[in-house]
């Protein structure tokens, strides 16, 4: 049981798609089993955040930005990958840092999360991308 969800982004931030992946799960008949996705990228990742106030999306992508500011910024001149843009280097440096797969128990058929549990692309290139998300379910 395998599928690929495409994902398009509008720049950094975090792009929820619990729903699609709930749905998707929930039509493949397993009552209990394992979820891995994968993210096919190197300069985006995939987070289980909280979905019930938007502040914390906000402020995650915010803290990132600190943290890995683009290559423009001074206290990145040591930085030698940048013919791609001064989001690129960082964007790379940011999904090292971040996890590019989730493993989600499966149970009663669904995805086994927390009450404000969310899953979500992180995006981390300004501009616009199709991302790809691999699922599998381990049964």
Request: glycine residues 6%; negative net charge.
């Amino acid at each position: 049981m395998q599928i690929t969800f495409t994902l398009q982004t509008r720049g950094q931030g975090l792009y929820e798609f619990t729903r699609q992946v709930t749905c998707w799960v929930s039509g493949q008949g397993v009552d209990a089993g394992l979820l891995t996705l994968f993210v096919r990228h190197t300069s985006c990742s995939l987070l289980i955040q909280e979905n019930a106030d938007p502040e914390v999306q906000t402020d995650l992508r915010n803290f990132f930005h600190r943290l890995v500011p683009p290559t423009s910024d001074p206290s990145m001149s040591y930085l030698t990958h940048t013919y791609e843009g001064p989001d690129d280097m960082p964007a790379h440096i940011k999904a090292a840092m971040m996890p590019v797969s989730l493993s989600i128990p499966i149970s009663n058929g669904r995805p086994v999360l927390g009450t404000w549990q969310g899953i979500y692309l992180f995006e981390h290139r300004d501009a616009p991308h199709q991302r790809q998300v691999a699922a599998h379910i381990s049964s």
